[in-house]
Nanobody, 117 residues
């Protein structure tokens, strides 16, 4: 049973930075596609960033140049460095793990990020 636990969220002023971390347990993430999604109140859950087992990255247009996703397979973690934060980045952020070819995926419980002055 894979478990994902997010950490690092909180309240930050516009222009500030936060680093989210997702720790996986129960299985190695080495070949998994790891992603961060976010969901603002009243909106759908959207992809923020994704990194493949080979290190290829994908970003939503709204975060390109500001957010960086990285993974450390030895520690079974994936991080999201968020810089130049904007109020519209306010959302609950979720970590996701999916193994290639698998029918199901795994989600963390989510962590709140609030960007406000």
């Amino acid at each position: 049973q894979v478990q994902l636990v997010e950490s690092g969220g909180g309240l930050v002023q516009p222009g500030g930075s936060l680093r989210l971390s997702c720790a996986a347990s129960g299985s190695a993430i080495g070949f998994a596609v790891m992603s961060w999604y976010r969901q603002a109140p009243g909106k759908q859950r959207d992809l923020v960033a994704r990194i493949t087992g080979g290190g290829l990255t994908t970003y939503a247009d709204s975060v390109k140049g500001r957010f960086t996703i990285s993974r450390e397979n030895a520690k079974n973690t994936v991080d999201l460095q968020m810089n130049s934060l904007k109020p519209e980045d306010t959302a609950v952020y979720y970590c996701n793990l999916k193994y290639p070819g698998a029918r199901s995926d795994y989600w963390g419980q989510g962590i709140q990020v609030t960007v406000s002055s």
